[in-house]
């Protein structure tokens, strides 16, 4: 005698199975068609990212590197943030960051947020993390949209005196720039040496000089026109690196800037070098 029942419950288990597979590949091929998932990338399951994730927060370059060996991929996200960026904001000789980089983590992969490896770099002064990235490629000129994060990673490394400048930034920030107003010399010069330009500007008509020299960083100003910055510039409101240098006071960049040679038919600002806002 036929079990019908039993007959009924396989059937009914297998159209389940077919269903979920149809399920799974739609979901892969959406992921794929939509640039998400890499369909040569080596197949990966959610634990080794998740190991990767965490041997990077540990610091331990010995760990990510075994699993980049075995199958991790190097351009992991999580919570929207790309395993390049953890690494170059962990500190440290760079070790990790450059074994990203030479299992194919691209250099410029943004966050969710429009963050870069290179900019959390500056942000935090990992000069080294900022030559690794360049020398892979990772593009000096790149913007950035997203002011008030950058401003959260510079103060979760106590670089409050930038907080206000970076919270309330109206966003297409170099790197340049921000290095300028972290004050991060080395980031400055590592940047110019390959290929930043020092008169890009932001939303509000800045340039990386005139953020210099309104926090009163002289031998970043001195850099920057060194590399062909601009001193006569002026932003949307009117203001030149040297006014804004006088309505900030703060440091001493007034005699670099009226020093330094101007292009042919350009006149020195007027003023005295000394000249000061009144407190």
């Known amino acids: 005698m036929i079990n019908w029942r039993a ?3 396989a059937a009914r288990r297998v159209a389940a199975r077919r269903v979920a597979a149809g399920v799974a590949w739609a979901a892969a091929s959406i992921a794929v068609l939509s640039g998400c998932v890499n ?32 199958g991790a991929r190097a351009d992991t996200v999580q919570d929207g943030e790309p395993v390049l960026i953890r690494a170059a904001t962990v500190g440290g000789d ?5 074994d990203l980089l030479a299992h194919g983590a691209k250099a410029d992969a943004p966050s969710a947020n429009g963050t870069t490896a290179l900019e959390a770099a500056v942000t935090i002064g ?18 950035n949209t997203n002011g008030p994060e950058v401003a959260i990673r510079a103060a979760t490394v106590g670089r409050h005196l ?3 400048d970076l919270l309330f930034c109206k966003g297409t920030w170099t790197p340049l720039m921000v290095a300028s107003i972290v004050g991060d010399t080395a980031a400055v010069r590592e940047l110019l040496r390959r290929g930043a330009d020092p008169n ?5 008509g800045r340039t990386a000089l005139m953020e210099a020299a309104y926090d009163g960083r002289a031998g970043i100003v001195r850099d920057l026109l060194a590399a062909g910055a601009d001193p006569d510039a002026k932003d949307n409101n009117g203001d030149t690196a040297r006014a804004l240098f006088i309505k900030s006071g703060r440091g001493d960049v007034a005699g670099v ?9 350009r006149r020195p600002p007027a003023g005295r070098s000394d000249e000061r806002k009144p407190r």
């Open 39 to 70: 369909p040569n990338a080596p197949p990966q399951t959610e634990s080794a990212g998740e190991r990767l994730v965490a041997a990077i927060k540990a610091k331990d370059a010995r760990a990510v590197h075994s699993l980049l060996e075995h």
């Open 126 to 143: 990992n000069t080294v993390c900022v030559r690794e990235l360049l020398r892979y490629g990772a593009d000096p000129n790149l913007r």
């Open 200 to 204: 890009l500007r932001d939303k509000s």
């Open 162 to 164: 930038v907080w206000h």
């Open 94 to 98: 760079g070790e990790i960051l450059r």
């Open 257 to 265: 800037l009226d020093h330094w040679p101007r292009r042919p038919g």
């Open 7 to 9: 007959g009924l419950i």
